[in-house]
């Protein structure tokens, strides 16, 4: 009789908790899907640029809404939000007629190398993606249907970006890192490896030339040869000079976290909180000496670094 009672009482105590708690507690604890994703694939831009890219917006089942946000210099960066259930459900209406093509299609403005538009809308399992051509370009053409249908769809999606707000940045848990040129073994260049001064004049778009060459003077003995940087300006500079003065101005890759390697790699975002504060829109200096550009985008929930 008393175990009954106990557990009559437990029953009891979880019954208040769960009418005291909202739903969105629980819903945390599963695995978020996406609902709506909308993104820009295609146009003329390169290769690293559009691996990189980050979804306009992207609405999950739990409520969350991620929305880009600052794109400039080295870190992406997505806004984060979140809406009730039945604004959720309200969004998933509203996009549901949005993406309804017109009778005519969507029509196709008279410019070139844009990217389009494309949104995926998940319903019961169910996923439609609709794509539209360079959205936000006016049509050279009288089709209303057309217009009107770029214009209803131009105006869903700032609504939902507009839900994630503009304050709380989305803090991920993993960044890819997406190099200027495929990295081997850290270096970009294998030869020079062992040579960070030379390195690093070869990461700037200059080329090594003997110091005989540069000084027309004769070949000095192994231990006074030295070499020089050919810059992409014309100038001449001692290798290791350039590199002492100039290296100083790139961001210092984190000694405890292993050098990018390849097209992309993954990374903790946890060492890099405080450096991404001040990182800009200045060069890495990688532990080799090799200094170049990186894009670190955050990886998204669902999301597989490296593998999209």
Same mark, same amino acid.
Request: aromatic fraction near 8%.
């Given at each position: 009789?008393?175990?009954?009672?106990?557990?009559?009482?437990?029953?009891?105590?979880?019954?208040?908790?769960?009418?005291?708690?909202?739903?969105?507690?629980?819903?945390?604890?599963?695995?978020?899907?996406?609902?709506?994703?909308?993104?820009?694939?295609?146009?003329?831009?390169?290769?690293?640029?559009?691996?990189?890219?980050?979804?306009?917006?992207?609405?999950?089942?739990?409520?969350?809404?991620?929305?880009?946000?600052?794109?400039?210099?080295?870190?992406?960066?997505?806004?984060?939000?979140?809406?009730?259930?039945? !604004?959720?459900? *309200?969004?998933?209406? #509203?996009?549901?007629?949005?993406?309804? @093509? $017109?009778?005519?299609?969507?029509?196709? +403005? &008279?410019?070139?190398?844009?990217?389009?538009?494309?949104?995926?809308?998940?319903?019961?399992?169910?996923?439609?993606?609709?794509?539209?051509?360079?959205?936000?370009?006016?049509?050279?053409?009288?089709?209303?249907?057309?217009?009107?249908?770029?214009?209803?769809?131009?105006?869903? !999606?700032?609504? *939902?970006?507009?839900? #994630?707000?503009?304050?709380?940045?989305? @803090? $991920?848990?993993?960044?890819?890192?997406? +190099? &200027?040129?495929?990295?081997?073994?850290?270096?970009?260049?294998?030869?020079?490896?062992?040579?960070?001064?030379?390195?690093?004049?070869?990461?700037?778009?200059?080329?090594?030339?003997?110091?005989?060459?540069?000084?027309?003077?004769?070949?000095?003995?192994?231990?006074?040869?030295?070499?020089?940087?050919?810059?992409?300006?014309?100038?001449?500079?001692?290798?290791?000079?350039?590199?002492?003065?100039?290296?100083?101005?790139?961001?210092?890759?984190?000694?405890?976290?292993?050098?990018?390697?390849?097209?992309?790699?993954?990374?903790?975002?946890?060492?890099?909180?405080?450096?991404?504060?001040?990182?800009?829109?200045?060069?890495?200096?990688?532990?080799?000496?090799?200094?170049?550009?990186?894009?670190?985008?955050?990886?998204?929930?669902?999301?597989?670094?490296?593998?999209?």
């Amino acid at each position: 009789m008393r175990k009954l009672l106990i557990a009559g009482s437990v029953l009891s105590i979880f019954v208040m908790a769960a009418a005291v708690w909202p739903t969105s507690v629980f819903a945390t604890e599963a695995k978020a899907s996406i609902v709506i994703r909308v993104e820009h694939v295609g146009g003329f831009v390169g290769p690293n640029f559009s691996s990189a890219r980050l979804p306009d917006v992207v609405l999950y089942s739990d409520g969350r809404v991620l929305a880009q946000g600052n794109q400039s210099g080295s870190v992406r960066q997505l806004f984060q939000g979140s809406v009730s259930k039945s !604004i959720l459900q *309200l969004e998933v209406s #509203a996009f549901t007629k949005a993406t309804k @093509a $017109p009778l005519g299609g969507w029509g196709t +403005p &008279s410019v070139s190398d844009l990217p389009s538009t494309e949104v995926s809308l998940t319903q019961s399992g169910k996923k439609s993606v609709v794509d539209v051509y360079a959205l936000g370009f006016p049509l050279n053409s009288s089709d209303l249907a057309a217009i009107t249908a770029r214009k209803n769809l131009t105006q869903t !999606i700032a609504k *939902l970006i507009s839900l #994630a707000g503009k304050t709380k940045i989305y @803090a $991920p848990s993993n960044y890819e890192v997406w +190099p &200027s040129w495929p990295l081997s073994n850290g270096t970009g260049q294998g030869s020079n490896g062992s040579n960070p001064a030379a390195l690093f004049c070869l990461s700037q778009n200059g080329t090594l030339v003997a110091g005989k060459v540069v000084l027309d003077t004769p070949t000095p003995s192994p231990e006074l040869s030295t070499e020089y940087c050919n810059l992409p300006d014309g100038s001449f500079v001692d290798e290791w000079s350039y590199f002492y003065q100039t290296s100083k101005t790139g961001v210092v890759w984190p000694s405890n976290v292993a050098a990018p390697i390849g097209i992309c790699s993954s990374v903790a975002a946890k060492p890099f909180v405080t450096l991404l504060q001040s990182a800009g829109v200045k060069q890495w200096l990688l532990p080799t000496g090799s200094m170049i550009d990186l894009i670190l985008r955050p990886v998204l929930p669902g999301e597989v670094a490296c593998q999209r």
